[in-house]
Every structure is written in C-alpha cells, then in structure tokens.
C-alpha cells in the first residue's frame, strides 16, 4: 500500500523516513544503472574497450547535464507543490504540476536541437581525442535523441514520491533498468553494434519509464493530475518553480563542469590513462552517492509537507534522523573506500595499467567521503523548505568556488614533497606528470572538506530562523 499524503503529517517520523527512503534510494540506484552498465559492457568490449569506455565517458558530461535540467523543473517544483499540499491547496499544487510538465517539454525540444548540432564541437572541448571521439560521436548522437524521455522520467518523477507514493517513483526507474540490463547485450553483442547499441537500448528503457510515468499522473490513483487546462505557460509559477530548482540543477549541471574540467587538467598531466580513471573515479562517486540522494528525496517529502502545515517538530525530527543515517553511510563508505578499492574499480574495467591507477586514485579522491553526508543533509533540507537563495549559494561554493579554481591551482602551488607522499612506484612509471596529476585529485577532498564545514555552520544558525518565519507564500 502506498503512503498517502495523510501519512506525512501523521506517521512516525522513524518508520515513515524508512518507507519514503528505501524507495528512493533503490530507485536512486536504478537510475543510474542507465549509465553505469552501459559503461561495465563498453569497458569490457574486445580490443577497442578501454578506448571506447573513455570515449564514452568524455560524453559524460553532457549525459549529467541532461539530467540536471530536469532537476531544474522537477526538483524545483516537488517541494513547492509539497509545501502547497500542506496548506491543503491541492488546486495550486496541481497548477505547478502543469507548469513543470510545460517546462519538461520545453527544454527538451532546445536541447536536442543543440545537441544534434553541436555535438562534435562540444566533444572535443569536454577532452576527446582523435582517437576517442568517434566513440563519443556515436553514443551522443543517439542518446541525444531520448533527451526528452530523460526529462520527462527524472523531472515528473519527483512529483510521485512528494505525494507520498514511494514505491511507485521506485517502478518508473526499476521498469527502465531492467530493460537497459536485458537489452544492453543483446543489441551490443548479439547485434554487434557496440557503443550504439548501448545507447540504443539505454533510450529505448528510458522511454518506458516516461510512458509509466505518464500514465501515474493521468491514472485514478495519484493525488495530484497532470490536467489539460493547467498545461499553459505561466511565466511567474515556472519562475519560482526555477528558482528554488537553482540549487538541484547547480549541484547536478556542475557535475558536468566538474568532469570537464578534471578531463582537461588530467589530459595534460596524465593523457588518456588519467582520464580514463577519471571515468572510473566519477563513476564510482556517482554510484556510491546515490543512496544519500535517495535518503534526502525521501525525507524531502515529509519535510516540506510538514513545514506547510506548522508542524515544526516533525520537520526537526525528521532533520535529526537524515543527518545521523546521510552520516553513518558516508563513513561507512569512505572505510569501503580506503580498505578495499579494487572492488569499485573492478567494476568498470580489467585492463591492468588502467585499474592500477584507479585503485590509488580513487583513495584520493574519495578521502573526506566520511563527511559528505552532513553537507548533503543540510543543503536538501534547505530545497525541502524552500530556500531557494540559500541552497544556490552552498550548491556553488563547493564546486565553483572552491573545487574547480582547486583544479588549476594546486598543480601549480602545491610542492612535490606532498604529492609525492601520496604515490607509489606503480603509479610513477604509468603518468606523464604523477605529481600534478596527484595535486589535481586532492582538489576533491579539500573542496569537500571546506564545503561541509561552512554548511554545517550555515544550517544550524539559518534553522530556527526559517521554522519561525514559516513558509508564508512559498508555494505560490
């Protein structure tokens, strides 16, 4: 049985974190087995793998900022539309509904047009080789064309489990998965298309999930319905849907600015190898985050419904519990992380050079992971209640402010006898420049570090404010 929008005003705040949480996070996990496995089967082609899986993850980028445009409307509107159903204004909740599915289209139709045009162009600046780009060019070409199936899945999804009906936001992303995992073989190898073959089956799922998503919304069962007189563009509700979808969008589009640039940084100082690692690296932060994406959607619900309806202590509540579960995963990752990296790194590729550095990479890189829960806990709880100015400047200041000028300057500044510390003779006889490919890794961990401790600080003073001053208008 689905949890009801009732529930999240009325539930345990224990039992009801676990049935919107656990949803979410195998969903979370879901997701990215679009690309995840894509990226094992590619990596593990005969003789052109190690090729053609750096090839592809040069499109990377683009593929996360895809996704980030969808965060846009669907992660701006979620809340709001919570946040309107606890006020018990179901007409409003549904009028930003209608709005977001607008929006879904509309950038949709922009960004294949751009991307069909300008996809070599953009390849070659994101760090594709001569040798890698017509990889790239194959699986952009096609993957581009399921742009609004990917819209419409990560957009309109939100909409499902902020009303409470967890399990179902799970189906949308399980029906797709499932497909890609049975479908990915067969067009790759039993049809021999390789690299588009793994991008044929991944748009073919996705457009299953967007179907399944479709039907939710339009079926007797949800709550809120995608109605035709709401499906009209209102530039004010889109507005403020984009504002608080700022944040979301940041965080998810910088990942693409983040993979551009450690792709150019590790070109020059580490060639092909360091970024094919890089791939591995992003991969495996990508997989290992998902969870914690998956807690904060599914206590986004309950915080926002219950901010609109006053409920303060279930809000605080329901904080306390996030921190302490985004918290005790982290850092039961980060000791996965540093005890046994093989088995991340192992997933993507068998190719020994390649696996060498991505094992001590990706200790690097993943050094302050033990403390990434509290940062991601804080900043979503910002998006739950409608804090559109505050989570935009804490979705900044890690990647932006911080992480990529860390990227350029401490090759430059940061002295050899520290980077040396973190290599092994391995390592040295594999990279052009291992020193400076050691310096631009530990930007990650640094930035990280600065980051959780300016959110922490930032939460716990802006908290009590909010909860006094109320949500007011938010919704509108």
Known sequence: ???????????????LLLQMAAPAIVAQLINVLYNIVDRMYIGHIDVI???????????????????????????????????????????????????????????????????????????????ASSETLPYAVEYLSIYALGTIFVQLVLGLNPFISSQGFASISMKTTLIGAILNIILDPIFMFVFD???????????????????????????????????????????????????LGVSPFVMQAT?????????TSLRQYGGDLAVGAMTILLSCMQFA????????QGAQPITSFNFGAGNHDRV????????????????????????????????????PKMAEVGVWALRIYMGTTCLFG?????????????????????????????????????PVVLPEQITSFFLTNGVRDLLQNPNAVTAVLLA????????????????????????RKGPGKQAA
């Open 289 to 296: 985050m998902l969870p914690i994406m998956g807690l904060t």
């Open 444 to 467: 990650e961990p640094i930035a990280d570090f600065c980051a959780v401790c300016v959110t922490a600080t930032l939460f716990f003073l802006s908290f009590p404010k909010i909860l």
């Open 316 to 351: 605080r509540r329901s904080f306390r519990l996030l921190v302490i579960c985004c918290f005790s995963f982290t850092a039961v990752l980060w000791l996965m992380v540093m005890i046994a990296p093989q088995l991340f790194v192992g997933m993507f590729t068998d190719e």
């Open 1 to 15: 049985m689905s949890t009801s929008n009732t529930d999240l005003g009325q539930a345990p705040i224990g039992r």
């Open 193 to 243: 298309l390789n690299v588009a073959g793994a991008a044929i089956a991944t748009v073919l799922s996705q457009a299953v999930s967007a179907l399944w998503v479709l039907r939710f919304l339009t079926g007797k069962q949800t709550i809120l319905h995608i109605r035709r007189s709401n499906l009209r563009f209102r530039p004010a509700l889109l507005g403020s849907i984009i504002a």
């Open 255 to 263: 990942e693409s600015l983040i993979s551009i640039c450690f792709n």
């Open 49 to 127: 793998g190690p090729t053609a899986l750096t090839g592809v993850g040069v499109t990377m980028p683009i593929v996360t900022l895809i996704s980030a445009f969808s965060y846009l409307i669907g992660m701006g509107g979620a809340p709001k539309a919570a946040i309107a159903m606890g006020q018990k204004d179901l007409k409003r909740a549904e009028e930003i509904l209608g709005a977001s599915v607008i929006g879904i289209l509309g950038l949709s139709i922009i960004l294949t047009i751009v991307l069909l045009l300008f996809q070599r162009p953009i390849l070659l600046a994101l760090g």
């Open 374 to 410: 509290v940062q991601t806990a804080c900043q979503q709880t910002f998006i739950a209640l409608g804090e559109a100015k505050i989570s935009v400047f804490l979705a900044v200041l890690r990647k932006i402010i911080l992480l990529i000028p860390l990227i350029y300057l401490l």
